[in-house]
């Protein structure tokens, strides 16, 4: 654990559901002192309170005075009324994924971030796996070559709730395969064009799937699917890379950690070894995602995902939704939806 004294980041936390008790549990082990909850919910915000010994806020604003950062874990649909909240107060803010419900929303959250002198950090957590980090240093490394194919998969049981709401949770597009599209992003770079196939408009959340195509800039391909399908427990995920000289493989149904091949000399044995234990808890991807935005907090130094990068994955999680309910491709960089649009 790491220690505490003055002069240390005070952070509150707004919501009170599985993601705030996530975070919660981690900043207990940062160098920040963990001050509070506020949920609009004051039952599940004092519950969560007397689990890691902090206050249960009355209000946001209490929060807001409290702290110097804001951890966002609402429902997405929230997003933005707390994160405008928090730069009016002057206050740094770390938000989880997606960034807003909307385009317009997040766009106004950005720019008010930036207005305001305060910085924003968008929880796009996948970044922080190893087996992910690793697949995207190999690429950068140019030990794959140029960019090819890009799959990515990800899938788990229906999570209930508020979840069932498109309107406000953006289905499994929004809330699950948006990891994948912005790791596909992280990777390769600008999506020219998406298209998309899925039962997301069929309105039974409980099985919702969704195929996408990605068609990059600069001509290489992606495939990402996600799904709300599988039975309670089980989630599984698994991440292709491969380029003009080779492949970077990794399964959570796997025994072995990654896989890799080159048609160079070389190989990808020491990304075996580096990852025989993906599940250390040095290697947990919500602490080095929070250790991550803190750190660069305290020395004012660039986010690994900045807003706009978490502006542009959702502007593609948007336009893959609209490709699923339009039947068509869309032509990503002139995609500009209206709220309505979204939400219905």
Same mark, same amino acid.
Request: hydrophobic share 40%; glycine share 8%; charged share 20%.
């Given at each position: 654990?790491?220690?505490?004294?003055?002069?240390?980041?005070?952070?509150?936390?707004?919501?009170?559901?599985?993601?705030?008790?996530?975070?919660?549990?981690?900043?207990?082990?940062?160098?920040?002192?963990?001050?509070?909850?506020?949920?609009?919910?004051?039952?599940?915000?004092?519950?969560?309170?007397?689990?890691?010994?902090?206050?249960?806020?009355?209000?946001?604003?209490?929060?807001?005075?409290?702290?110097?950062?804001?951890?966002?874990?609402?429902?997405?649909?929230?997003?933005?009324?707390?994160?405008?909240?928090?730069?009016?107060?002057?206050?740094?803010?770390?938000?989880?994924?997606?960034?807003?419900?909307?385009?317009?929303?997040?766009?106004?959250?950005?720019?008010?971030?930036?207005?305001?002198?305060?910085?924003?950090?968008?929880?796009?957590?996948?970044?922080?796996?190893?087996?992910?980090?690793?697949?995207?240093?190999?690429?950068?490394?140019?030990?794959?070559?140029?960019?090819?194919?890009?799959?990515?998969?990800?899938?788990?049981?229906?999570?209930?709730?508020?979840?069932?709401?498109?309107?406000?949770?953006?289905? /499994? %597009?929004? @809330? +699950? *395969?948006?990891?994948?599209?912005?790791?596909?992003?992280?990777? #390769?770079? !600008?999506?020219?064009?998406?298209?998309?196939?899925?039962?997301?408009?069929?309105?039974?959340?409980?099985?919702?799937?969704?195929?996408?195509?990605?068609?990059?800039?600069?001509?290489?391909?992606?495939?990402?699917?996600?799904?709300?399908?599988?039975?309670?427990?089980?989630?599984?995920?698994?991440?292709?890379?491969?380029?003009?000289?080779?492949?970077?493989?990794?399964?959570?149904?796997?025994?072995?950690?990654?896989?890799?091949?080159?048609?160079?000399?070389?190989?990808?044995?020491? /990304? %075996?070894? @580096? +990852? *025989?234990?993906?599940?250390?808890?040095?290697?947990?991807?919500? #602490?080095? !995602?929070?250790?991550?935005?803190?750190?660069?907090?305290?020395?004012?130094?660039?986010?690994?995902?900045?807003?706009?990068?978490?502006?542009?994955?959702?502007?593609?999680?948007?336009?893959?939704?609209?490709?699923?309910?339009?039947?068509?491709?869309?032509?990503?960089?002139?995609?500009?939806?209206?709220?309505?649009?979204?939400?219905?």
């Amino acid at each position: 654990m790491y220690g505490t004294g003055r002069g240390m980041k005070r952070v509150g936390i707004v919501g009170a559901g599985m993601m705030a008790s996530w975070h919660a549990a981690r900043w207990q082990r940062l160098a920040a002192k963990f001050m509070g909850v506020f949920d609009h919910d004051a039952h599940k915000a004092q519950l969560l309170a007397h689990t890691h010994d902090v206050h249960a806020f009355a209000s946001l604003q209490q929060c807001l005075d409290t702290c110097d950062i804001i951890d966002v874990c609402t429902p997405t649909d929230q997003h933005a009324d707390v994160v405008l909240a928090a730069a009016a107060a002057g206050k740094d803010v770390i938000c989880e994924k997606p960034l807003a419900r909307t385009l317009q929303d997040a766009e106004a959250m950005v720019n008010t971030c930036n207005d305001a002198d305060v910085r924003l950090f968008v929880a796009q957590v996948v970044r922080f796996f190893p087996q992910y980090a690793r697949a995207k240093a190999t690429l950068d490394a140019g030990e794959l070559g140029s960019p090819g194919v890009i799959r990515l998969n990800r899938g788990g049981s229906f999570p209930g709730r508020w979840y069932g709401d498109y309107a406000r949770s953006g289905g /499994v %597009v929004l @809330d +699950l *395969a948006i990891h994948d599209l912005d790791m596909a992003r992280w990777c #390769f770079g !600008e999506v020219d064009t998406v298209m998309a196939r899925g039962l997301t408009f069929e309105n039974i959340p409980e099985r919702d799937y969704v195929s996408i195509t990605l068609t990059f800039a600069n001509g290489a391909l992606g495939h990402v699917s996600g799904s709300w399908a599988y039975p309670a427990g089980k989630f599984v995920t698994s991440l292709e890379v491969a380029g003009s000289q080779g492949i970077f493989e990794w399964s959570s149904l796997s025994p072995d950690p990654v896989q890799g091949s080159l048609d160079s000399s070389s190989d990808l044995t020491s /990304v %075996v070894n @580096d +990852l *025989a234990n993906p599940l250390a808890a040095e290697d947990d991807p919500y #602490f080095k !995602e929070l250790e991550h935005a803190l750190t660069c907090l305290e020395n004012d130094t660039p986010f690994l995902v900045e807003p706009q990068d978490a502006l542009a994955t959702l502007k593609l999680a948007l336009a893959t939704n609209a490709s699923l309910k339009q039947g068509k491709p869309i032509h990503v960089p002139s995609f500009t939806p209206t709220k309505n649009e979204v939400l219905t």
